[in-house]
């Protein structure tokens, strides 16, 4: 069992940037290490679409609309990910939620709340 929290989310203004955290915790029992961590966001009236995720290698994937914009990147030894979001637009308005992989089963947290205004 994989407990996700997320934390970081708040208000910014366009141009503004934030820094979104999310820690697993796993149990002690486990012989197996969390795999993928990603970011995912909803926004008011859409599907939940992904923002970027990252391997325990590093390696990386992002949606198109948050390329050159925000970076993905994680510590493996603490089993967490941030997501360091620079030039925020109203768009980027969304709950976004922390996604951890351990073996065939995936995890989610409960979500943190960001808000871009004008």
């Known amino acids: 069992q994989v407990q996700v929290v997320e934390s970081g989310g708040g208000l910014v203004q366009a141009g503004g940037s934030l820094r979104l955290s999310c820690a697993a915790s796993?149990?002690?029992?486990?012989?197996?290490?969390?795999?993928?961590m990603g970011w995912y966001r909803q926004g008011p009236g859409n599907q939940r679409e992904l923002v970027a995720t990252?391997?325990?290698?590093?390696?990386?994937n992002y949606g198109d609309y948050v390329k050159g914009r925000f970076t993905i990147s994680r510590e493996n030894a603490k089993d967490t990910v941030y997501l360091q979001m620079n030039s925020l637009k109203r768009e980027d308005t969304a709950v976004y939620y922390c996604n951890a992989r351990l073996g065939s089963g995936q995890y989610w947290g409960q979500g943190t709340q960001v808000t871009v205004s004008s």
């Open positions: 796993l149990s002690i029992f486990s012989i197996v290490n969390i795999g993928d």
């Open positions: 990252i391997t325990r290698g590093g390696f990386t």
